[in-house]
């Protein structure tokens, strides 16, 4: 059920037609940018499938209308939907209609992530339930341990912040988001999504787990905060619960640089005694471990790490401090200063301790979010008025190209 290719015409705007229900008695009109779709549904299937469907088809909704080019006697309904994938949407409808024959024998991770939202949005999980069991094996190895080890990656070395976005939001299966994509980043949060809406148990706690561990913020440091967005579509109660534990883990791993800092600096700027654990009147321990400290959290690119760290994941923050190496710092003669190794041993090891319990993982269970599904993105279904009734004819409209069957041998009275 590949979606049609449409030349991009300037001075039309195409139609794809997809013949679902040879008796049709509803039209249901994706709008799009550059094409629209026309689905020829049973408003009967709609009705039991979806609740939100069947308000939408209740001849006493507002939002139905006869069709423009149909004859009063047929009664053929017409529903505008927005901001849907075309080929997610033909797939759930096919499934309304019992049309197994339409359904791809591979869907993989994006059919399977678009499917979700048009369930989600339409509150017609079950629909798809089965059809994901059966295509379980699509998504079978997102349930392993070591699937997910290839999204945690360090290189223990500075990486530069990205200049622009990566993600692509195209519909192929090549662009970096399939099951085995690059974008790491994108594959967790549609796993994450998936196993939500299909209550996919053995999938849903490595999903959140690795989200939230190498989710970034900021594409750079110095972005506003309004730019920073958490895991898309997710219910209110579930998105909160992440992005609060995010936010949880950073503070405390910038907390423990931070204090790292504050407490070998007492010796060199307030002068009082310093923190050698060999001799109390010691300040070369402090002198270099602080020295070195910062020559290397400014190496890393992290420092201060406060502003730095919404540029970075989780993993990322927390591997560069637990990779930091003390050095030596030069003293006015230009000798090699180091600090005691008890020192020096006590002052990582402390630091990497904390790093650690910072980003320990948490239990997450699926029902605990399951039970309160907070409030859904807003839906939008209606066509606002814009000056025109919404079933005048779009102007340069009768570019069309037929999906499913022929609709010449169906219709003697198409445009």
């Not at 591979?106 to 059809?131: M, P, T």
């Not at 992290?302 to 190496?325: C, G, H, M, T, W």
């Amino acid at each position: 059920m590949a979606t049609s290719s449409l030349e991009d015409l300037s001075w039309a705007k195409a139609t794809t037609r997809y013949s679902i229900d040879k008796n049709y008695n509803c039209e249901v009109k994706l709008k799009g940018l550059s094409n629209d779709h026309v689905y020829r549904v049973s408003d009967a299937a709609l009705r039991l499938a979806s609740p939100v469907l069947a308000k939408m088809v209740d001849p006493k909704s507002p939002w139905t209308k006869k069709a423009s080019n149909s004859l009063p006697s047929q009664g053929v309904l017409t529903i505008t939907l927005h901001d849907d994938n075309p080929e997610a949407l033909a797939l759930l409808f096919d499934l309304m209609h019992f049309q197994k024959q339409n359904i791809p024998k591979h869907l993989g991770l994006k059919r399977i992530f678009y499917l979700a939202l048009v369930c989600d949005k339409y509150d017609c999980v079950d629909v798809a339930r089965s059809l994901i069991h059966e295509f379980a094996a699509d998504l079978k190895e997102a349930e392993t341990n070591d699937f997910w080890m290839s999204f945690y990656t360090y290189t223990y070395r500075l990486q530069p912040e990205r200049t622009g976005n990566n993600t692509n939001t195209g519909d192929g299966e090549d662009d970096g988001v399939g099951l085995h994509g690059n974008d790491k980043s994108a594959i967790a949060n549609m796993l994450l999504y998936v196993s939500f809406v299909f209550s996919l148990e053995g999938i849903f706690p490595k999903a959140y787990n690795a989200y939230l561990m190498i989710w970034q913020p900021k594409e750079r440091s110095d972005e506003s905060d309004e730019v920073v967005s958490g895991p898309i579509y997710l219910p209110g109660k579930l998105y909160q619960h992440f992005m609060a534990e995010w936010e949880e883990k950073r503070t405390a791993i910038v907390n423990a640089v931070n204090d790292r800092i504050r407490e070998y600096t007492y010796g060199l700027v307030y002068s009082k005694q310093g923190r050698c654990g060999r001799n109390s009147n010691c300040t070369l321990c402090d002198i270099s471990l602080y020295g070195s400290f910062i020559r290397r959290l400014h190496y890393l690119g992290i420092f201060p790490i406060q502003e730095k760290s919404d540029a970075l994941s989780l993993y990322e923050l927390s591997n560069r401090v637990k990779s930091i190496q003390i050095g030596h710092y030069w003293n006015h003669d230009r000798t090699a200063v180091y600090p005691h190794n008890s020192c020096l041993g006590s002052f990582m090891s402390s630091l990497q301790h904390r790093v650690g319990l910072a980003i320990k993982k948490r239990e997450v269970r699926l029902a605990d979010f399951k039970a309160q599904r907070g409030v859904k993105r807003k839906l939008w279904v209606l066509e606002f008025q814009d000056g025109r009734e919404d079933n005048e004819k779009d102007e340069g409209e009768d570019t069309e190209q037929d999906e499913h069957t022929t609709e010449d041998s169906l219709d003697g009275d198409e445009d």
